[in-house]
């Protein structure tokens, strides 16, 4: 049945481990060593893809995705006829997982990347209005791709990590206009503007019994009840989704302030990784 | 073409800027452009059984947002190989009718956005349906909007939500659908579509209103935690206005029935 939503399978995993993980977890032991609100070890390098306008690719323990922004011409949409546009894409190829089957961006692929494009989108980041070129006619248009390469769990974190690092490091190709038609002038470039202050990131938190954790691992989702993801830019939030179970209303004030925690030393990581560009493609 | 009473004449706004301002000028005072208090639903309607065919159905309105809803099973799953062995699927599909949008025809094919909406009702209905009681078989809850005028989600939620339970289908509880927002500073629920357009945030939240658990959370805009928060507590508020008239529906329903059949 086309484009109907259907319950997942769960993941195949023996009875006996599921159980032991999840007890584990609830005695707040994870099975790598890390505390409840401690991140994997993050590795961003940024710019290293040569063909895309900006790019990054980045760890999150063995989690690896690669973003790269190709920047294009478009018009406006019309009810903003002077701002630019960001599309996210978020791809999951059959390399990334033994599970993954070829096929166009599945509900779970399209779900991360509206999530993506909604932080970045609402944080401020990018001043939608200095991409426009001639007000009502041309704009710039952001085309952000995100490709899993190794899913190792929480995706989200790692692909808006990758995106807003990607942006980051972006050239705008001079507009040259040209009577009524606009071409990029590719070998010129300046930096696309970005409000760095404003970094949009997500923070992902799974829920096992009462055990609230963050950066869960691939094993951790697939033991957990359920599933958050909270959008932060500064001290505001700016975007948060459900995915799995149920919350209590406690388990909401509880990730909510922590969220805008943990995401001041992830912004820290961002912006050290921002400062040294790679030249080197390095997966 | 709004039945809702307005406080200002929306067929004299020139452009989004003028009643994005005006909007804004509206919520210092704490009002909205609709006359409504912040805490204020539109008004809702319920009624179940409004599909013959179907097992289950239900049409609900929150002001001149219109969702209905129909509920085929539990029924044998084709494809086979997509059949649980130890509870039954559920299937959701929201789609929007070509003409529920003010604007432009909206093309039928399945977008981005309805495909994510599927994804977050069906998951904001999974943890309320006992699906463990028909192993092998499939529950298929089918959303169309009919008009779109803001908070089509959680319209669609409480739809499903009434026409699970008109099909009889068991459940642990019922789980209401409800938008909050903000302009501003103000805080205010069940947005109309120049609020979820102009507004400076939106989150809409699904509440399970006797174990008071959260099955949907979404949010875009801008809020402090604080502001979140606020919203949570005033969408706890509306979801018990919107489970007294579902719950009050239901039992009428079996009520009449008992009527007929002695």
């Not at chain 2, 938008?179 to 400076?200: C, H, M, P, T």
Request: charged share 25%; net charge neutral.
């Amino acid at each position: 049945m086309y484009s109907v939503s259907i319950t997942t399978q769960p993941e195949i995993l023996p009875q006996l481990r599921r159980e032991s993980l999840r007890r584990i977890i609830e005695q707040g032991v994870r099975s790598d060593g890390r505390g409840k609100f401690d991140y994997r070890k993050i590795a961003i390098h940024v710019g290293s893809v040569r063909t895309a306008d900006g790019s990054a690719i980045v760890h999150l323990g063995n989690t690896k995705v690669i973003a790269g922004v190709k920047v294009g011409i478009g018009v406006p949409f019309p009810d903003t006829p002077d701002e630019g546009a960001l599309i996210v894409n978020l791809e999951m190829p059959p390399i990334a997982a033994p599970t993954i089957e070829p096929g166009p961006p599945d509900e779970n692929a399209i779900e991360i990347a509206r999530v993506v494009d909604r932080t970045i989108r609402h944080s401020g980041f990018i001043d939608f209005k200095s991409l426009c070129i001639v007000p009502g006619k041309h704009v710039y248009m952001l085309w952000v791709d995100v490709y899993v390469l190794n899913h190792d769990g929480n995706l989200y974190d790692a692909a808006c990590i990758a995106a807003t690092a990607a942006l980051a490091s972006t050239t705008l190709p001079r507009a040259v206009i040209e009577q009524d038609q606009v071409r990029l002038a590719r070998e010129e470039r300046a930096p696309l503007k970005v409000n760095v202050d404003a970094l949009p990131l997500t923070i992902t938190f799974a829920k096992v019994g009462n055990t609230i954790l963050v950066d869960p691992t691939l094993e951790e989702e697939n033991v957990c009840d359920s599933k958050i993801t909270v959008g932060v830019a500064k001290d505001k939030i700016v975007a948060i989704q459900k995915t799995d179970g149920a919350l209590t209303r406690d388990n909401i004030g509880q990730m909510i302030p922590k969220a805008v925690e943990l995401y001041r030393s992830l912004r820290e990581i961002v912006i050290n990784a921002l400062q040294s560009p790679h030249r080197e493609l390095i997966i | 073409m709004s039945s809702q009473p307005t406080l200002i004449d929306l067929s004299k706004i020139t452009s989004p800027a003028e009643l994005r301002r005006i909007m804004h000028d509206l919520a210092r005072e704490g009002k909205r452009i609709d006359g409504r208090a912040p805490d204020q639903m539109r008004p809702i309607r319920m009624e179940v059984g409004i599909l013959s065919n179907a097992d289950g159905s239900a049409l609900v309105t929150y002001g001149d947002t219109v969702a209905i809803a129909a509920v085929y099973g539990p029924r044998e799953v084709h494809p086979r190989h997509l059949a649980l062995p130890d509870r039954a699927i559920l299937r959701v599909r929201y789609h929007m009718t070509p003409f529920s949008t003010p604007d432009e025809r909206k093309r039928p094919e399945p977008t981005r956005r309805e495909i994510e909406i599927s994804k977050v009702i069906r998951q904001a209905l999974e943890p309320v349906v006992l699906l463990e009681q028909f192993p092998r078989t499939t529950i298929d809850v089918f959303i169309e909007i009919l008009q779109a005028d803001g908070s089509t989600r959680v319209a669609s939620i409480t739809a499903a939500s009434l026409a699970l339970a008109d099909a009889g289908i068991p459940m642990k509880d019922l789980v209401l659908g409800v938008s909050v927002g903000k302009i501003g500073d103000l805080i205010i629920v069940d947005l109309n579509r120049y609020e979820d357009a102009y507004g400076d945030g939106d989150m809409p939240i699904a509440i399970m209103y006797n174990k008071g658990l959260v099955t949907l959370l979404q949010a875009d805009g801008q809020w402090s935690p604080e502001e979140i928060m606020r919203g949570v507590e005033l969408a706890y508020k509306a979801a018990e206005s919107i489970y007294r008239a579902a719950r009050d529906v239901i039992k009428s329903k079996y009520v009449e029935a008992a009527k007929t059949t002695q």
